[in-house]
């Protein structure tokens, strides 16, 4: 089985929105349509690397070969300075700056284009202007980073790492969306990957991360994330590593569907030739006259073991012979709980500690277990609630007999 490459975020997202999309995209290479807000997000970020460097500090990062650091010097990018202090963009600098490097490429028209161009340079005047007014304290900016997360191969571009005043970094990811809240930040997965890159390459831990809204120039911080908040994207990245490794590309339809640029190829979307329509047409018409009759016998199956359960219930029997087979009654019985009722019983005594998976199963166990106090447990039983279900099963029988062959469930 081959590897599977190193995930970046979007790499990530692309594959667990449709697999087809990323096979189309990583494997094959396929072309999408340029989009305009794309193009503009591309062009906005590429200028704000250029207007932060100046202010980067490098810091220390991990060697390959375990937890020691390098030093500063070993980090200096570019030619050795007289001392002077890096040339800082002035707003006219900034401003042609952005004019070099804008992109007409999709938007859908010149208006279109302007507006976009228009708020790019508003949003980096004003940033400019914030940067003279609060320096930030950078380590790094649209720094390319790569690690193994337990075993898994990561990678991804980091917008900007700053030094927070307690001396951890802070990972910042700049986003030029038309809205954005600190519930983004908190259940990104985006910036709980750049903290596990982060972490994997420098010697300092990470302390917060951020979405920069640029359009309001907010910066939406929030804390590092615990391992145990981790763990839960490194499973969904263990998935999509072995989907991919397994070649299980199957299309995955949805709204996203819409904006896709391989719906003509895509066999979701794909036409039927026209020699194949006739037959085909057929099958399908065949195939919904059999599901409409599916539909009726299980309706009149459900009436008829309703009807023999009242019949049996009524008699006291629970096996019926009939002409080739015996109708067999079975009882089913399932607990419910209320886990909102458990829960502060548990943590008044101290033992919330005892319920591990909130299932009744587990409750059960609890149930059971000779360390909770008696009068606990009787107080968490009496929370529950037993459901019973009764079923028939046919057992093939000799005339009627009743001698068991197979067993099959209504």
Same mark, same amino acid.
């Given at each position: 089985?081959?590897?599977?490459?190193?995930?970046?975020?979007?790499?990530?997202?692309?594959?667990?929105?449709?697999?087809?999309?990323?096979?189309?995209?990583?494997?094959?290479?396929?072309?999408?349509?340029?989009?305009?807000?794309?193009?503009?997000?591309?062009?906005?970020?590429?200028?704000?690397?250029?207007?932060?460097?100046?202010?980067?500090?490098?810091?220390?990062?991990?060697?390959?070969?375990?937890?020691?650091?390098?030093?500063?010097?070993?980090?200096?990018?570019?030619?050795?300075?007289?001392?002077?202090?890096?040339?800082?963009?002035?707003?006219?600098?900034?401003?042609?700056?952005?004019?070099?490097?804008?992109?007409?490429?999709?938007?859908?028209?010149?208006?279109?284009?302007?507006?976009?161009?228009?708020?790019?340079?508003?949003?980096?005047?004003?940033?400019?202007?914030?940067?003279?007014?609060?320096?930030?304290?950078?380590?790094?900016?649209?720094?390319?980073?790569?690690?193994?997360?337990?075993?898994?191969?990561?990678?991804?571009?980091?917008?900007?790492?700053?030094?927070?005043?307690?001396?951890?970094?802070?990972?910042?990811?700049?986003?030029?969306?038309?809205?954005?809240?600190?519930?983004?930040?908190?259940?990104?997965?985006?910036?709980?990957?750049?903290?596990?890159?982060?972490?994997?390459?420098?010697?300092?831990?990470?302390?917060?991360?951020?979405?920069?809204?640029?359009?309001?120039?907010?910066?939406?911080?929030?804390?590092?994330?615990?391992?145990?908040?981790?763990?839960?994207?490194?499973?969904?990245?263990?998935?999509?590593?072995?989907?991919?490794?397994?070649?299980?590309?199957?299309?995955?339809?949805?709204?996203?569907?819409?904006?896709?640029?391989?719906?003509?190829?895509?066999?979701?979307?794909?036409?039927?030739?026209?020699?194949?329509?006739?037959?085909?047409?057929?099958?399908?018409?065949?195939?919904?006259?059999?599901?409409?009759?599916?539909?009726?016998?299980?309706?009149?199956?459900?009436?008829?073991?309703?009807?023999?359960?009242?019949? $049996? !219930?009524?008699?006291?029997?629970?096996?019926?012979? %009939? /002409? *080739?087979? &015996?109708?067999?009654?079975?009882?089913? #019985? +399932?607990?419910?709980?209320?886990?909102?009722?458990?829960?502060?019983?548990?943590?008044?005594?101290?033992?919330?500690?005892?319920?591990?998976?909130?299932?009744?199963?587990?409750?059960?166990?609890?149930?059971?277990?000779?360390?909770?106090? $008696? !009068?606990?447990?009787?107080?968490?039983?009496?929370? %529950? /609630? *037993?459901? &019973?279900?009764?079923?028939?099963?046919? #057992? +093939?029988?000799?005339?009627?007999?009743?001698?068991?062959?197979?067993?099959?469930?209504?």
């Amino acid at each position: 089985m081959a590897a599977a490459p190193a995930l970046s975020y979007s790499s990530y997202r692309t594959y667990l929105e449709c697999p087809l999309r990323w096979k189309y995209l990583y494997v094959e290479r396929r072309p999408e349509t340029p989009r305009g807000y794309f193009t503009f997000g591309r062009v906005v970020h590429s200028v704000l690397e250029e207007l932060v460097r100046p202010f980067v500090v490098p810091a220390a990062r991990r060697t390959e070969g375990g937890e020691s650091q390098r030093t500063l010097d070993d980090w200096r990018t570019g030619p050795a300075t007289d001392g002077a202090p890096p040339h800082r963009l002035s707003p006219e600098e900034l401003l042609a700056l952005y004019d070099r490097s804008w992109s007409s490429e999709g938007y859908t028209s010149p208006e279109e284009e302007a507006r976009y161009r228009s708020l790019g340079r508003e949003l980096l005047l004003k940033y400019h202007d914030r940067l003279e007014r609060d320096p930030p304290k950078p380590v790094a900016v649209e720094q390319h980073l790569e690690a193994k997360w337990d075993g898994i191969p990561i990678h991804g571009y980091i917008d900007r790492i700053d030094r927070t005043s307690t001396g951890g970094l802070e990972v910042m990811d700049y986003k030029t969306s038309r809205e954005l809240s600190h519930e983004d930040a908190r259940e990104s997965d985006q910036l709980s990957l750049y903290q596990v890159l982060v972490e994997s390459n420098y010697a300092e831990p990470v302390e917060r991360l951020t979405l920069y809204h640029l359009r309001t120039l907010t910066p939406l911080r929030t804390r590092a994330r615990d391992r145990s908040s981790l763990d839960p994207l490194h499973v969904r990245l263990g998935s999509v590593a072995d989907g991919i490794r397994e070649q299980a590309f199957e299309p995955t339809p949805g709204r996203q569907c819409a904006r896709c640029d391989f719906r003509t190829i895509c066999p979701e979307f794909r036409e039927v030739p026209a020699g194949d329509g006739e037959r085909l047409t057929a099958l399908v018409d065949r195939f919904e006259a059999l599901r409409a009759d599916e539909r009726r016998l299980e309706l009149e199956l459900a009436r008829t073991a309703d009807e023999l359960h009242r019949a $049996a !219930e009524a008699l006291g029997v629970h096996r019926v012979p %009939g /002409s *080739r087979s &015996v109708a067999i009654r079975r009882r089913e #019985e +399932a607990w419910q709980f209320s886990l909102d009722s458990i829960r502060p019983l548990l943590e008044s005594s101290g033992m919330a500690t005892r319920l591990g998976q909130e299932s009744p199963d587990e409750v059960k166990r609890l149930l059971r277990d000779p360390e909770v106090p $008696a !009068e606990l447990r009787r107080k968490v039983s009496e929370t %529950g /609630s *037993r459901r &019973v279900r009764w079923y028939w099963e046919l #057992e +093939a029988g000799d005339g009627g007999a009743g001698t068991p062959r197979s067993a099959q469930r209504l």
